[in-house]
């Protein structure tokens, strides 16, 4: 049996039962194939993006498929999981292991607003299809091409993710970045003037260079052999989690450094700090066995200077460089004119326009190139969106008035003849005078008759024009929508790039308080405890006033006032005696205990506390009816803190003591 080959042609499907089958292969296991499928704009016969370039630069990989937006599109979504349909001008790859179902965002939408971005989308499209068929095994010279020899040759050029080869034969090939390490940018593996030695697939040709790639255990050498104890070098952030980041040296080789190397403020969220992807400063430090250990805690990225990454090939370019502080992201215009299809472009420049030199606003003849009933000049017959044939000229022309020159109008037996005659056009003025005109009852039934008919007539005409602007209404309101969504995305973009800005500022700026006080501490200078009141529990109240107004928004601030609480008598001593928490900690906690947000947060485990350890132990209360509780102020720490207090019949609170996790006692 003969494994089935990719089809060679681009695939149209044209009805709601063709969409619904699309939508159902799509969802296929052991589908052999990726599948790029275009949709064509509203209102438009053709996409935006090429569908035939798309297919040559994806033979024998992917297949092609284009969709209308309308009925058909609506059919094909309608069988899609959420968040994965395409339509109105959108693209997107479908790969052949189904990720994608559920988790959208590993196929992602590919707008195109006019031909001009055809080139931008497609190389997108392009490159998806390449990822996925790498990760499907169907790409590289041992299926893609039997026939295919080994060559060497010198890089050329990169550009973007594609590299450009002479090889040794006098010939060109290409090299694609997700063939080579999919992570990185091929500008960071490969550099013009390279040799280079792969597998060459004649009919694409596509050099796969993987065989000459070294593995992690090769590339995890070369990083102890580069970087010795004491550097500061560079790392990208692989993963970031509550108690550590994962940090790689190289591609596959990974170092996790834990919570206590970053930061020593309890309070810091290690996912504020870091952004996967961020190239960031670390330096090694001794690890057993010859192992690999960093600390980022100690670097001050204005002073240190990092060792240069190392290349992952012979004669490469370092693979990571340091992260340079992108200037601050303007604001986008809400006026300006963006074109996201021909008719939202119409509207958007008219709303964009001064008020002061405004053009009138388009008419329906404009925006739909029809014109309501009613007196005017009359619609050429056969002009799109007026009826064909010489009644539609009644519809917009009204009564005729009397010409100069003393030429009277048509009269109602001029009518009757032209009907007569076969509809050709009405007779000349001149003409007219030569007709009988009917007069008494036949006059006038003929005149009701004509009357009745320039109703219907009108009636007729205004139907179809309001079918017309129902339906133009809806192509603009889905011009409008993919409009908008364009612009979120974008703005999503640049939101999350602003983001990463600032966790990169504030963790250099919390580092630099670190090293400030660690060398006030080297030099014997006693670091001032922030107080303002000479009282204690003055000083405590303030304290925790204070972080209430910076933890609760505005806007949740009347949700949330703080309740009124009482200290016990033990509590500004456990305060002190108890180490190994920070202060800050216990005020935050507070804060979130007199709030009742405390028991909807996992990480602080609140519960009654019992008089032992077991399950069915009685509760501890008081007398007064007050009921004893338990929060915890660590986790997963040896003699992990908790925080005691009694929760009063009133609603009030009374603060007992900070202990230890093996301290039951109120």
Known sequence: MTEPRVPARVRRVTSEDQA???????????????????????????????PQRVL?????????????????????????????????????????DLEWVHQPRRSP????????????????LV?????????????????????????????????????????DDGGQATIAEELVFPSVALARVLAPGMRVVGVLDPVRRLLDVRGMLPDADALRRAVNAAYRVGQVVLGRVESVEDDGVRIALAPGVLVRVRR???????????????????????????????????????????????????????GGP???????????????????????????????????????EAAPPPTPADLFGVRPAGPGPAVEPGREGAAAGPRAASVDAGPVPTPPGGQRKPTP??????????????????????LPEPTGKAARDLSLSLDAARSQVTALGKELLDDKVKRRQVELEVDRLLGRVGELTERLDRSERRAEQQATALRKARQEAARLRRRLGDAGVEVPEERYFVDDEEQLRFEVLAEWARAIPAAEKPLRPLADYTLGTRFLASLTDVEGVSRDRVVWTLVMVLTGL?????????????????????????????????????????????????????????????????????
């Open 127 to 167: 490159s998806d299809v390449m990822r996925f068929a790498v990760r499907a095994g169907i790409v590289g010279a041992a299926r893609s091409a039997p026939d295919a020899t080994t060559v060497d040759g010198k890089v050329l050029g990169v550009l973007g993710t594609r590299a450009l080869v002479s090889t």
């Open 318 to 356: 370092p693979w990571l460089e340091p992260q340079q502080a992108e200037p601050p992201l303007a604001e986008p215009s809400l006026v300006a004119p963006v074109e996201t299809g021909r008719s939202l472009g119409v509207l958007r420049q008219v709303e964009a326009a001064p008020s002061a």
């Open 260 to 314: 206590a190397e970053i930061t020593g403020n309890d309070l810091d969220l290690l996912s504020d700090l870091f952004t996967k992807g961020e190239v960031v400063l670390a330096r090694r430090v001794p690890a057993p066995l010859d192992g690999l250990a960093l600390r980022l805690d100690d670097v001050d990225e204005s002073e240190d200077e990092p060792v240069p990454a190392i290349a992952l090939l012979d």
């Open 598 to 666: 405390a028991p909807e947060m996992n990480g602080l485990q609140v519960h009654r506390l019992r008089t032992g350890a077991g399950g069915d132990d009685p509760i501890r209360h008081r007398d007064d009816g007050a009921v004893c509780w338990r929060v915890s102020l660590q986790v997963n720490t040896p003699s992990a803190r908790r925080l005691h207090y009694w929760k009063l019949p009133g609603g009030a609170y009374e603060l007992s003591r900070v202990v230890v996790h093996d301290d039951v006692e109120p």
């Open 56 to 96: 040559d630069d994806v033979a024998g990989l992917a297949e092609v498929v284009v969709i209308p937006t309308g009925d058909v599109s609506w059919a094909f979504s309608s069988g899609m999981p959420p968040d994965t349909q395409v339509y109105g001008g959108a693209s997107r790859v479908y790969g052949t």
């Open 109 to 124: 939408l590919h707008f195109a607003y006019s031909q001009d971005e055809d080139a931008r989308v497609r190389d997108r």
């Open 413 to 434: 037996g001029d009518v009757a003849a032209w009907h007569a005659g076969g509809q050709d056009a009405l007779p000349s003025p001149a003409a007219s005078e030569a």
């Open 20 to 50: 619904r089958e699309l939508a159902a292969t799509l969802q296929r296991q052991g589908r052999g194939w990726p599948v790029v499928v275009i949709s064509t704009p509203a209102g438009y016969d053709a996409p935006f993006v090429d």
